[in-house]
């Protein structure tokens, strides 16, 4: 795997991570209106995370 491999592979590491949370605080608040902030982050994190894991699968395609 090369330093971007890596880099990439970190990065969604974190985005789990972050979305992990994000879903933890949208569980735990009473608000509608945070609720529905932290639903469109949550979002916003379930798509970075498929972009992500989408440049990882062509990245190794093209590496074989």
């Known amino acids: 795997m090369s330093i971007s491999g890596c880099a990439m592979q970190i990065r ?3 985005l789990k991570m ?12 009473n608000s ?3 609720w ?3 639903d ?12 992500i894991k989408c ?3 062509k990245k190794d395609s093209q590496e074989t």
């Open 12 to 14: 969604l590491n974190n």
């Open 18 to 29: 972050a979305l992990k949370c994000i879903t933890e605080l949208q569980n735990a608040t």
């Open 32 to 34: 509608p209106s945070v």
């Open 36 to 38: 529905a902030q932290l």
């Open 40 to 51: 469109e982050e949550r979002i916003d994190l379930i798509e970075k995370i498929e972009d």
């Open 55 to 57: 440049q990882i699968t």
